[in-house]
């Protein structure tokens, strides 16, 4: 079942890696509306980044194609972010989340899945050969107290 979400946002936009940085602002602008701390930002920074680096890396490695970023406020003060690409996809999840495993080559460390587990509450891998990955990452951020 679907959790009702009290503000949303979808972002598309092409494989390129200079648009690694535009996901990574954009996470981060919608989840100020939360009143992260500052090390939250962070690793919802980084998480993005990893997740939006796999898809253009890994999903896409010798074309172009849509990435799609959503992201999602959830009762509870939980931010919700879903990284979807309809690229090669993965098959073997399991192993693809192993520390140190990577498709990509030497110059790929492998620890992209290990990254955003480090820094999120949850994250759920769905993926399909040739039909692409979804990545969904929720954290629960710290309440903080109003002025």
């Known amino acids: 079942m679907r959790t009702k979400a009290v503000n949303e946002a979808v972002l598309t936009f092409p494989s390129q890696s200079r648009n690694e940085s535009f996901a990574r602002s954009a996470a981060a602008c919608f989840a100020a509306q939360m009143d992260p701390t500052l090390n939250e930002l962070e690793d919802i920074k980084t998480t993005i980044s990893e997740a939006v680096t796999n ?13 799609v970023l959503k992201m999602r ?22 192993r693809a989340r192993q520390p140190m495993f990577t498709t990509g080559g030497e110059e790929r460390s492998g ?12 994250v759920t891998v769905r993926s399909a050969v040739n039909k692409g990955t979804t990545v969904v990452m929720r954290k629960k951020l710290a309440p903080r107290m109003k002025k």
């Open 55 to 67: 898809a253009i890396v890994h999903g896409y490695p010798d074309a172009i194609g849509d990435v």
């Open 73 to 94: 406020v959830l009762p509870g003060n939980v931010l919700e972010l879903t990284v979807k690409d309809h690229g090669r996809g993965i098959p073997d999840v399991d």
């Open 111 to 122: 620890m992209g899945f290990t990254i955003m587990e480090s820094f999120m509450d949850n």
